[in-house]
């Protein structure tokens, strides 16, 4: 089970996942092993700042239940890692979890290693234990490509072959993801480029301002299309992009994302480095959603960050990206809606809220002492969804404008809000997702109001999922 936020500090997660204390960020390896899902993490365990890179580890039955383990890989005194165990996954190779991940050391310049470390015991369904190899697998980045940022493998299989994929940046600002064949774990031969920031979709979908593409990610859909999730690093971590497209043969034995579509992948300011996880029908996916207020903060309250709801996500006939909550995160909604009117109703620090709006609705869900008040603004007709915090400034990285939403027109459009805490995850139907952080002050009042003609609202607190649920 996750573990409960402190009691005094109210914007403090409880039902997503997170360490106890200190520092947590990218999702790492969601991986299924003998009927759990275990899901590791980039974590600090001694403080709540981006330094001493560990991977945390926890594993769940049920997508809603987590069970806290110890550290699954700490840096190596002298070790390849010995700067930090970065982001990567984890994979069965035959018959044995292991990790591929990115070790720095404490000179590195943006250029990782790729290492392996393999779960001790593969009968133990928690997978406490991780061994890991005392030489990386891959040194650095291919030669003549002048690549300035490499890490964070992503392994994958594809014409009946194992492939890695590499997140890169290159000397003259162009971001790529590089190509790896990797089919024996131990041996990875560079097998060109997959795609980099020159192609004309991904131009027009990210724009020009990144210089490198971390933690890539690719999973095929049931319909054939494939996916390509990209953090897009412009010196400083910023936000995320999708393409959709799919994978053709190239003449030296490698792969070439011919894109079709892309866009941006979370419309949020609190969204990056997703991982995903391919199953049978369905791709999971997690994202990290950092702390927005400032570090003093964040040292008094003695944790930073969280990770987010697993998403679900698809491909639509056009090729742009679906995406809803897992039907797992219905576990944590209590027996019974504690409101199914327009309000005004107070509300819970954690609670999962769905409005269908049939004409231009507001929904406001907190407000302060000084008459400030957080939308969601939801328009139907015109297929547009806002959502304004400007009440509740920002402390960190980008600004606190409003965020706003299009999606198709229609007749009707519903909305789904989870709260847990200070993490906000508003999904648009299944079309868009936005994740901002919004920290209440000890006068606000949290209060939910629906207003517009013929809308319906659902609410139902957020709970610790009981037996036989």
């Keep these: 089970m996750s573990v409960p936020a402190p009691s005094h500090d109210p914007n403090a997660p409880r039902f997503r996942i997170r360490p106890p204390a200190n520092w947590v960020n990218d999702p790492n390896g969601p991986f299924r092993w003998r009927g759990r899902y275990h899901l590791f993490y980039q974590h600090n365990p001694d403080s709540p700042v981006h330094a001493n890179v560990h991977w945390g580890h926890v594993s769940s039955p049920d997508l809603a239940r987590w069970r806290h383990h110890p550290v699954a890989l700490a840096p190596t005194p002298g070790g390849p890692?010995?700067?930090g165990c970065w982001s990567g996954c984890v994979v069965d190779d035959h018959g044995v979890p292991t990790a591929v991940y990115t070790g720095v050391d404490r000179d590195?310049?943006?250029?990782?290693?790729?290492?392996l470390a393999s779960a001790a015991d593969p009968d133990d369904e928690t997978l406490t234990e991780w061994k890991p190899l005392p030489t990386p697998v891959v040194t650095g980045p291919p030669d003549g490509l002048d690549?300035?940022?490499f890490r964070d493998p992503f392994v994958f299989r594809h014409g009946g072959r194992r492939w890695a994929l590499v997140g890169a940046g290159h000397a003259d600002g162009t971001p790529s993801v590089l190509l790896y064949d990797c089919d024996d774990l131990s041996r990875w031969r560079f097998a060109g480029v997959l795609i980099d920031g020159a192609d004309p979709v991904a131009a027009a979908a990210f724009g020009d301002t990144a210089v490198g593409w971390e933690c890539p990610q690719l999973c095929e859909t049931s319909g054939g299309d494939w996916v390509l999730v990209v953090s897009l690093w412009d010196k400083e971590p910023r936000s995320t992009g999708y393409l959709t497209g799919r994978l053709d043969s190239v003449a030296d034995g490698g792969w070439r994302l011919v894109a079709r579509a892309g866009g941006r992948l979370d419309h949020g300011r609190d969204f990056y480095a997703p991982?995903?996880?391919?199953?049978?029908?369905?791709?999971?996916?997690?994202?990290?959603?950092?702390?927005?207020?400032?570090?003093?903060?964040?040292?008094?309250?003695?944790?930073a960050g969280v990770l987010t709801a697993p998403r679900v996500i698809d491909v639509a006939p056009d090729g742009s990206l679906r995406v809803a909550p897992a039907p797992e995160v219905r576990l944590l909604r209590a027996a019974e809606p504690f409101t199914t009117s327009p309000g005004p109703a107070p509300l819970p620090q954690a609670y999962d809220l769905t409005v269908t709006a049939r004409a231009h609705t507001a929904v406001r869900l907190l407000r302060s002492a000084s008459g400030a008040e957080l939308t969601i603004g939801v328009d139907p007709v015109q297929g547009t969804v806002t959502l304004d915090r400007s009440g509740w400034p920002r402390t960190a990285h980008l600004d606190d404008a409003a965020v706003e939403v299009r999606v198709p027109a229609g007749e009707e459009l519903t909305v789904r809000v989870l709260v847990d805490g200070s993490l906000y995850e508003v999904f648009v139907g299944d079309h868009a997702m936005v994740t901002e952080r919004v920290y209440r002050r000890p006068d606000d009042v949290p209060e939910l109001l629906v207003t517009g003609d013929g809308v319906s609202v659902t609410a139902w607190e957020q709970a610790p999922p009981t037996p036989g649920r």
């Design 81 to 83: 890692d010995e700067g």
């Design 108 to 115: 590195h310049t943006g250029l990782g290693t790729i290492c």
């Design 147 to 149: 690549v300035v940022m």
């Design 275 to 303: 991982a995903v996880l391919q199953e049978a029908g369905r791709t999971l996916m997690w994202g990290w959603s950092w702390e927005a207020r400032a570090q003093p903060e964040i040292d008094r309250a003695g944790w």
